[in-house]
């Protein structure tokens, strides 16, 4: 994530249009990861306020089957979140990102 903020530093070497879009993508894979672990912190403080209230926690197979139940929408719209990241939210964040850069005609990296 370094050349997101620098859009590289060596001339012919680094190639800003690449530095932006791996920063960019960088950044998406870690929101979802930072809101994964979000969701397990929470989930563990409330397994927490369960077990100190004296429910039982459920077993692997109770588990399993409310994920099923509860849980196998969102699983299956997962892969079309992701696709629509990284075809449609990228490319706006890429251009928003390119338009507060100097990157014109005059000011461009050797192809």
Avoid: C, W
Avoid at 14 to 32: K, M, N
Avoid at 44 to 61: F, H, M, Q, S, Y
């Amino acid at each position: 994530m370094g050349g997101l903020f620098t859009l590289g530093t060596i001339p012919r070497e680094h190639h800003s249009i690449q530095l932006l879009i791996q920063g960019l993508i960088s950044l998406i894979v870690l929101a979802f990861g930072l809101s994964i672990y979000a969701y397990n912190f929470l989930d563990a403080r409330k397994d927490a306020i369960a077990k100190e209230k004296g429910k039982v926690n459920p077993t692997l197979l109770q588990g399993v089957r409310d994920f099923y139940n509860n849980g196998f929408p969102y699983f299956m719209i997962l892969p079309g979140l992701m696709m629509l990241l990284f075809i449609v939210v990228l490319p706006l964040v890429f251009m928003v990102g390119l338009a507060f850069t100097d990157y014109n005609q005059y000011n461009a990296p050797p192809s």
